[in-house]
């Protein structure tokens, strides 16, 4: 078991929680950075509370933002972390299109901060950056890989090109361990539900069960790479546990259309999608990605990590958990109406 201490930005989100379940299972020490908001926002993380098998004693959260170095400095210097995951972001790619300022001062300019603050400190953790396939987006190469040109299409894509290259100067200017983690869709049933997957399976879960009859939805003709994100943080550690940072691409190597998400999820709960989906004007980007792609070699080669859940399987039980959820919401309304 290790003794480790690692730094979580974005812990509260799909990606972090699961890597702060694994690093905990992992015998680590695991600090959180989250934003103070009037409303809880750590359901993500109940797991960790409810199941007795995590060291939740090991667990500290602290207040924070990306858009305060002073904070951050302070923080990194008090925590002193051997690993520090920047997973925190504005990473809706729509709203970016909407607010590209705070994209850009939040999901680039936090990167340099929280740099600068490891830099600053003198300390040297092990540091991982997550980058993002929407980096390639109008892509050159099919598929992509580390090599292949970038060509963002939003202004979310343009902040990941730039906090991945900041990450690469620090890396070579200061001889940082810091790595990429080139991470294509991923998702879970703890996918934000403003992401199209995630709006695909609670509408088909609700739709299902009676509480809504229509989905509204923009492109169905995109095509995307899609994997579970339980498996795509365990990528993450591994990169931070090489000799020498790297960059590396995570993905399954496989790519379906949003129509094909349709399919699986309304499928799964016995509905046919063309009765109960129309098209919204409003959900289509000003610029589209088209196709996304990725190769996993390296990874594999490297890292020895490859894919286990498949596009099928994940949206099956992306869809089922979903169920699942509004059963037991509904429930405990009942519940309390008694």
């Not at 680590?28 to 950075?33: Q, S």
């Not at 300390?123 to 997550?130: D, E, S």
């Not at 799964?268 to 070699?297: C, F, M, N, T």
Request: proline residues 4%.
């Amino acid at each position: 078991m290790s003794s480790k201490k690692a730094l979580i930005t974005g812990i509260t989100g799909q990606d972090g929680s699961y890597l702060a379940e694994l690093l905990l299972g992992k015998g680590y020490e695991v600090h959180g950075l989250i934003r103070r908001a009037s409303t809880f926002n750590t359901s993500r993380l109940d797991a960790i509370y409810t199941d007795p098998h995590f060291p939740k004693h090991q667990l500290f959260l602290h207040y924070g933002d990306l858009a305060d170095a002073s904070n951050l400095s302070r923080l990194v210097g008090k925590i002193q972390p051997d690993e520090v995951y920047n997973l925190a972001a504005q990473s809706h790619v729509r709203v970016s299109f909407d607010a590209p300022e705070y994209t850009a001062d939040v999901t680039a300019t936090g990167t340099v901060r929280l740099l600068e603050a490891i830099r600053e400190t003198g300390i040297r953790p092990r540091f991982y950056q997550a980058s993002s396939s929407e980096m390639f987006g109008l892509v050159q190469e099919v598929p992509q890989k580390e090599t292949t040109p970038f060509y963002p299409r939003s202004p979310y894509g343009c902040a990941k090109v730039y906090s991945h290259w900041i990450t690469v100067n620090y890396r070579e200017s200061y001889g940082l361990h810091a790595s990429n983690g080139i991470l294509f869709n991923h998702e879970s049933p703890r996918r934000g539900e403003t992401f199209v997957t995630r709006k695909i399976t609670r509408a088909a879960a609700h739709i299902k069960l009676g509480l809504q009859d229509k989905l509204f939805m923009g492109n169905l003709d995109s095509k995307r790479d899609w994997g579970y994100a339980k498996e795509y943080v365990e990528a993450m550690w591994l990169m931070l546990q090489q000799p020498e940072g790297d960059d590396y691409v995570v993905a399954t190597n496989e790519t379906h259309t949003i129509r094909e998400c349709l399919d699986v999820a309304f499928g799964q709960v016995g509905l046919d999608w063309h009765k109960h989906v129309e098209i919204d004007p409003r959900y289509y980007r000003p610029a589209e990605v088209d196709l996304l792609i990725g190769d996993y070699s390296k990874a594999k080669a490297k890292l020895g990590w490859e894919p286990k859940t498949k596009f099928k399987a994940l949206i099956g039980l992306m869809t089922d958990a979903d169920v699942k959820l509004i059963q037991e919401q509904l429930a405990g309304k009942v519940r309390r109406q008694d």
